[in-house]
């Protein structure tokens, strides 16, 4: 009896960890902990450990605001933290929620296939179902009594480098079209569908300059502003009125990558990026600081440094150009990666890492890309090496 009362009291006045959730819209956890809450405390816990560069920073600051000012309209805060959070909630902090409800896949998670496209393979002959996204609450329960939240903070005040993001990026994530949040995400997918530049996706996908060439998703996808599914709806609905072509087709193609390298993280955990303990080794500093003396490389690591975005052909090459060429340990790019990226993400940033580097979901032992052949591919008059030189 004394038991289920302190049990009924925990659960009345709840803490809910936002993580990588930060949206309203189709968040099965958020309507989960609002159930039967009299008091509900949304937060965030920021680890002032954890390195982030300035553009990084800047996007999930960003993103955190618009949350809060989402909450305080439904009578909730936000509460931001500045410390690790606690192992139990490190999921929410590091997973990716997936297209696919797990429990709708045609395996148990320890049978997840051991290459890609023998999950694909499987996904599509059993037609999982993608499950439909879920409305916003309308109303949240107040946060427990005495509970003020404060402002979220800007980078500088939290003692993050500030660095404006580059005018020529391809992610210009300070234009209002571009910034972090719920609505913005939502609004770039409709804007994305309504130019129907998805019908060319699967040909321009691998260009190295522009803002159309690619959806553009997934700063907002790694942070949870819009979710796996709320895209892929979109996607069917627009195949529904224009047809499906290799363009829609393609591009869910590559939210089965995401789900299959977040399952992977599932199911063999993820290792924390390595700290980058040491810096100076030459090959590794030429890398970071855009100076290895091969100008297409350097280009795309200036245009990284700049703006905290890169097309994912860029990403393969100065990878496999660290990897392969310079010969440093995968672990150090893929920590740059996670302080830089606006769209890091643990687990398709240590998958794809590691797929170049020819570890787990690779059975043809690596990608070890001619970096010559790749600019004649895809940079032939060296517009781009000059684009970000
Ligand atoms: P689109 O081409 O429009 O694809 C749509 C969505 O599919 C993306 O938003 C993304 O969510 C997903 N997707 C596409 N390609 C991949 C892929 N190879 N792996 C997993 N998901 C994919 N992506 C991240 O989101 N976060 C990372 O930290 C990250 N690190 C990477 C590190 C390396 C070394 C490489 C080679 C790739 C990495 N990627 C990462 C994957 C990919 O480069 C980006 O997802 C993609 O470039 C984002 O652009 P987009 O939204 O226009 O993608």
Same mark, same amino acid.
């Given at each position: 009896?004394? =038991? &289920?009362?302190?049990?009924?009291?925990?659960?009345?006045?709840?803490?809910?960890?936002?993580?990588?959730?930060?949206?309203?819209?189709?968040?099965?956890?958020?309507?989960?902990?609002?159930?039967?809450?009299?008091?509900?405390?949304?937060?965030?816990?920021? &680890?002032?450990?954890?390195?982030?560069?300035?553009?990084?920073?800047?996007?999930?600051? &960003?993103?955190?605001?618009?949350?809060?000012?989402? @909450?305080?309209?439904?009578?909730?805060?936000?509460?931001?933290?500045?410390?690790?959070? !606690?192992?139990?909630?490190?999921?929410?902090?590091? $997973?990716?929620?997936?297209?696919?409800?797990?429990?709708?896949?045609?395996?148990?998670?320890?049978?997840?296939? $051991?290459?890609?496209?023998?999950?694909?393979?499987?996904?599509?002959?059993?037609?999982?179902?993608?499950?439909?996204?879920?409305?916003?609450?309308?109303?949240?329960?107040?946060? %427990?009594?005495?509970?003020?939240?404060?402002?979220?903070?800007?980078?500088?005040?939290?003692?993050?480098?500030?660095?404006?993001?580059?005018?020529?990026?391809?992610?210009?994530?300070?234009?209002?079209?571009?910034?972090?949040?719920?609505?913005?995400?939502?609004?770039?997918?409709?804007?994305?569908?309504?130019?129907?530049?998805?019908?060319?996706?699967?040909?321009?996908?691998?260009? @190295?300059?522009?803002?159309?060439?690619?959806?553009?998703?997934?700063?907002?996808?790694?942070?949870? !502003?819009?979710?796996?599914?709320?895209?892929?709806?979109?996607?069917?609905?627009?195949?529904?009125?224009?047809?499906?072509?290799?363009?829609?087709?393609?591009?869910?193609?590559?939210?089965?990558?995401?789900?299959?390298?977040?399952?992977?993280?599932?199911?063999?955990?993820?290792?924390?990026?390595? %700290?980058?303990?040491?810096?100076?080794?030459? !090959?590794?500093?030429?890398?970071?600081?855009?100076?290895? $003396?091969?100008?297409?490389?350097?280009?795309?690591?200036?245009?990284?440094?700049?703006?905290?975005?890169?097309?994912?052909?860029?990403?393969?090459?100065?990878?496999?150009?660290?990897?392969?060429?310079?010969?440093?340990?995968?672990?150090?790019?893929? =920590?740059?990666?996670?302080?830089?990226?606006?769209?890091?993400?643990?687990?398709?940033?240590?998958?794809?890492?590691?797929?170049?580097?020819?570890?787990?979901?690779?059975?043809? $032992?690596?990608?070890?890309?001619?970096?010559?052949?790749?600019?004649?591919?895809?940079?032939?008059?060296?517009?781009?090496?000059?684009?970000?030189?």
């Amino acid at each position: 009896m004394r =038991a &289920d009362a302190t049990r009924r009291h925990v659960h009345m006045h709840r803490e809910f960890h936002i993580g990588r959730h930060q949206r309203l819209a189709d968040n099965p956890r958020l309507l989960e902990a609002c159930k039967g809450a009299s008091t509900l405390l949304p937060l965030y816990d920021l &680890d002032p450990a954890i390195p982030m560069g300035p553009h990084r920073a800047a996007f999930l600051l &960003d993103s955190l605001r618009e949350l809060q000012q989402q @909450l305080r309209a439904l009578g909730s805060d936000l509460l931001l933290r500045l410390q690790a959070p !606690n192992e139990m909630y490190r999921e929410y902090y590091d $997973g990716a929620p997936t297209m696919y409800d797990a429990n709708d896949l045609p395996f148990d998670l320890p049978d997840l296939p $051991g290459v890609f496209t023998s999950f694909r393979r499987l996904v599509e002959k059993h037609t999982t179902p993608i499950r439909k996204p879920l409305d916003a609450p309308l109303s949240l329960p107040p946060l %427990p009594t005495g509970v003020v939240c404060a402002d979220i903070p800007s980078p500088d005040q939290l003692g993050y480098e500030i660095m404006e993001c580059d005018a020529r990026s391809a992610f210009p994530y300070n234009n209002e079209a571009w910034r972090a949040g719920e609505h913005s995400a939502r609004a770039h997918l409709r804007r994305y569908l309504a130019s129907r530049t998805i019908d060319t996706y699967k040909t321009t996908r691998n260009g @190295l300059i522009g803002t159309g060439l690619s959806s553009k998703l997934s700063p907002w996808l790694a942070l949870g !502003n819009i979710s796996a599914r709320s895209v892929a709806w979109a996607i069917r609905d627009y195949e529904q009125q224009y047809g499906a072509n290799d363009g829609t087709y393609w591009l869910l193609f590559e939210l089965v990558w995401r789900d299959y390298f977040s399952l992977r993280g599932r199911r063999y955990g993820l290792s924390q990026p390595a %700290p980058i303990v040491d810096v100076d080794k030459d !090959n590794f500093r030429a890398w970071i600081t855009a100076s290895t $003396g091969c100008a297409f490389v350097d280009a795309g690591m200036q245009e990284l440094r700049s703006t905290g975005w890169l097309s994912n052909r860029m990403r393969q090459i100065v990878a496999s150009y660290l990897i392969h060429e310079l010969q440093a340990p995968w672990q150090w790019g893929e =920590a740059w990666f996670a302080m830089q990226l606006i769209d890091y993400d643990p687990a398709s940033n240590e998958g794809n890492w590691r797929y170049i580097a020819g570890q787990g979901a690779d059975p043809r $032992g690596g990608r070890h890309f001619s970096i010559e052949h790749q600019r004649l591919m895809y940079d032939p008059e060296d517009v781009y090496a000059h684009y970000w030189k």
